[in-house]
């Protein structure tokens, strides 16, 4: 299995993709579990192993209760609470253990991951309550959901069906696993479901900031925006590379606009922040995107349970890879950059619907008075923008001691991450009713036309949303416009890369 790369990582979530074993991923599985068949021919205490667990780790387990102890782990383990995790995310838990066992420090047989393997394959998706985790341990209680399926135990989601754990078994020619030693102790430590929701989190923030980058450029051409602040010498003066990619896009995107061109003589001297500086907020969101990738794109394809195996010396050393601090800052990164992401746009939003500030018709409708236009979309966007404030809060700086104080300090990262991509929908929400606003804001500027690439945006916006010639629902469009948002409609539209 070569190593998994974040545009794979996504195509797994999207079921565009799945994982293979390779002959070396066989050979270091196989290395692995002789290394903990031969620890325990020693007869020396080995935690996880032949001993219980957290605070119990002095209890020394009988050689014929080895396999008992690891299906108790898993079933004692299995306390999850909450809406189920979805199949794509479960889609990409499972394969990310795929990987974190193959790397062989797990000390499991090959069967195990083949058992996995056959899940993933047949589309079988174990259900997995999604709260429950503390992030250090691993994922503990969400992963014992997933390992209890493999044993027959729970429940799986097979073709839409919610079936007892072993009747899908039996649907899909898997018999239930026995597991081995150290093997139920593997499947629950690790970070692949705080990993998994992050990476969640991170595409679902990168098709925002496109669309984002898009409409912050619609709106500058519908208010009649100066594109002098793209200059690129501005932002090599400073010298972050997020800043002078975003000024760089959007200098493109405005590049050829006749509404810009009615107004270049114009004697304003400077926008409002939240049209001028986009490159410096968008570009430091950019940066902290990129950082965040790079450090998910390290965990997906890390070894995190503990102990770890290492074959090679029959090594079994006890750490603490298990911790998702690292997972925990990532998604806590994408949420704060995710919630400014729809701060800034909400600004826009808000000139584009004042009239005195605009030039256009008041809450961009004609009849104003008559008809109340934007005003209420602009509302839903400035609710949702304050309920991201209040989710971007970091749940990486608090901690909560678990397991009789064994546990003392916790990553919270699973929280992070799920709260990570409630941020993200919500800003896909006020990018949508930006991207409607702006749009409508163009259309009063006809006939004069806006640049190819924003009219190609512009035209995206009108295929699913009509122009808004008087008060209707507008909770359909709203919803359309997220939609357009977060399935990446205007990704392919732009030049910048969040993973670049």
Do not use: W
């Given at each position: 299995m070569?190593?998994?790369?974040?545009a794979?990582?996504?195509?797994?979530?999207?079921?565009s993709?799945?994982?293979?074993?390779?002959?070396?991923?066989?050979?270091?599985?196989?290395?692995?579990?002789?290394?903990?068949?031969?620890?325990?021919?020693?007869?020396?205490?080995v935690?996880?192993?032949?001993?219980?667990?957290?605070?119990?780790?002095?209890?020394?387990?009988?050689?014929?209760?080895l396999?008992?102890?690891q299906?108790?782990?898993?079933?004692?383990?299995?306390?999850?609470?909450?809406?189920?995790l979805?199949?794509?995310?479960?889609?990409?838990?499972?394969?990310?253990?795929?990987?974190?066992?193959?790397?062989?420090?797990?000390?499991?047989?090959?069967?195990?991951?083949?058992?996995?393997?056959?899940l993933?394959?047949?589309?079988?998706?174990p259900?997995?309550?999604?709260?429950?985790?503390?992030?250090a341990s691993?994922?503990?209680?969400?992963?014992?959901?997933l390992?209890?399926?493999?044993?027959?135990?729970?429940?799986?989601?097979?073709?839409?069906?919610?079936?007892?754990?072993?009747?899908?078994?039996?649907?899909?020619?898997?018999?239930?696993?026995?597991?081995?030693?150290?093997?139920?102790?593997?499947?629950?430590?690790?970070?692949?479901?705080?990993?998994?929701?992050?990476?969640?989190?991170?595409?679902?923030?990168e098709?925002?900031?496109?669309?984002?980058?898009?409409?912050?450029?619609?709106s500058?051409?519908?208010l009649?925006?100066s594109?002098?602040?793209?200059?690129?010498?501005?932002?090599?003066?400073?010298?972050?590379?997020?800043?002078s990619d975003v000024?760089?896009?959007?200098?493109?995107?405005?590049n050829?606009?006749?509404?810009?061109?009615?107004?270049?003589?114009?004697?304003r001297?400077?926008?409002?922040?939240?049209?001028?500086?986009?490159?410096?907020?968008m570009?430091?969101?950019?940066?902290?995107?990129?950082?965040a990738?790079t450090?998910?794109?390290?965990?997906a394809?890390?070894?995190?349970d503990?102990?770890l195996?290492?074959?090679?010396?029959d090594?079994?050393?006890?750490?603490?890879?298990?911790?998702?601090?690292?997972?925990?800052?990532?998604?806590?990164?994408?949420?704060?950059?995710?919630?400014e992401?729809?701060?800034?746009?909400?600004?826009?939003?808000a000139?584009?619907?004042?009239?005195?500030?605009?030039?256009?018709p008041?809450?961009?409708?004609?009849?104003?008075?008559?008809?109340?236009g934007?005003?209420?979309?602009?509302?839903?966007?400035?609710?949702?923008?304050?309920?991201?404030?209040?989710?971007?809060?970091?749940?990486?700086?608090?901690?909560?001691?678990t397991?009789?104080?064994?546990?003392?300090?916790?990553?919270?990262?699973?929280?992070?991450?799920?709260?990570?991509?409630?941020?993200?929908?919500?800003?896909?929400?006020?990018?949508?009713?930006?991207?409607?606003?702006?749009?409508?804001?163009?259309?009063f500027?006809?006939?004069?036309?806006?640049?190819?690439?924003?009219?190609a945006?512009?035209?995206t916006?009108?295929?699913?949303?009509?122009?808004?010639a008087?008060?209707?629902?507008?909770?359909?469009?709203?919803a359309?416009?997220?939609?357009?948002?977060?399935?990446?409609?205007?990704?392919?539209?732009?030049?910048v890369?969040?993973?670049?």
């Amino acid at each position: 299995m070569t190593r998994l790369d974040l545009a794979t990582l996504r195509a797994i979530l999207e079921g565009s993709a799945t994982v293979r074993l390779t002959a070396a991923d066989t050979a270091r599985l196989d290395a692995s579990a002789a290394a903990v068949a031969r620890v325990l021919e020693t007869g020396d205490a080995v935690y996880g192993v032949n001993t219980g667990f957290g605070l119990l780790a002095s209890t020394r387990i009988a050689d014929d209760k080895l396999g008992q102890l690891q299906r108790n782990l898993v079933l004692s383990h299995c306390c999850g609470v909450g809406a189920p995790l979805p199949d794509a995310v479960v889609r990409l838990i499972l394969a990310l253990k795929i990987v974190s066992l193959s790397r062989g420090h797990s000390g499991v047989r090959r069967v195990v991951v083949d058992a996995l393997q056959k899940l993933l394959d047949a589309k079988a998706y174990p259900v997995i309550p999604s709260q429950g985790s503390v992030g250090a341990s691993g994922d503990l209680a969400p992963l014992a959901h997933l390992s209890a399926a493999l044993i027959g135990e729970g429940r799986i989601r097979l073709e839409g069906e919610e079936l007892e754990a072993t009747v899908a078994l039996q649907r899909i020619g898997q018999a239930p696993l026995v597991l081995g030693p150290k093997e139920g102790l593997a499947l629950l430590n690790g970070t692949q479901v705080s990993t998994a929701l992050a990476l969640d989190a991170l595409f679902r923030a990168e098709d925002v900031f496109n669309a984002a980058i898009m409409a912050g450029a619609m709106s500058v051409d519908a208010l009649k925006g100066s594109d002098a602040p793209f200059d690129a010498r501005i932002h090599a003066a400073r010298g972050h590379k997020g800043q002078s990619d975003v000024a760089a896009t959007i200098l493109k995107l405005l590049n050829g606009s006749a509404i810009r061109e009615s107004h270049v003589d114009c004697d304003r001297v400077q926008d409002p922040y939240s049209l001028r500086c986009q490159p410096q907020v968008m570009g430091a969101i950019l940066d902290v995107l990129r950082q965040a990738a790079t450090t998910l794109e390290i965990e997906a394809n890390a070894a995190t349970d503990n102990p770890l195996v290492f074959a090679e010396d029959d090594a079994v050393l006890s750490g603490g890879n298990f911790h998702a601090e690292p997972v925990a800052f990532a998604a806590d990164m994408i949420s704060m950059a995710t919630a400014e992401i729809a701060s800034i746009s909400e600004r826009r939003l808000a000139i584009l619907v004042d009239p005195k500030m605009s030039g256009l018709p008041a809450f961009l409708v004609n009849d104003s008075g008559l008809n109340s236009g934007f005003m209420i979309a602009q509302v839903t966007a400035a609710a949702l923008v304050s309920e991201n404030k209040t989710l971007a809060h970091p749940a990486s700086v608090d901690s909560l001691p678990t397991s009789a104080n064994q546990e003392d300090h916790v990553s919270m990262a699973t929280f992070a991450a799920r709260k990570a991509g409630d941020i993200a929908h919500n800003a896909a929400g006020v990018i949508g009713i930006e991207l409607m606003a702006a749009a409508q804001g163009i259309d009063f500027h006809a006939p004069m036309k806006t640049s190819g690439p924003l009219a190609a945006a512009h035209a995206t916006v009108r295929g699913s949303i009509r122009f808004l010639a008087g008060d209707r629902m507008m909770a359909d469009d709203i919803a359309a416009a997220t939609a357009l948002v977060e399935r990446g409609a205007f990704g392919r539209l732009l030049s910048v890369n969040p993973q670049g």
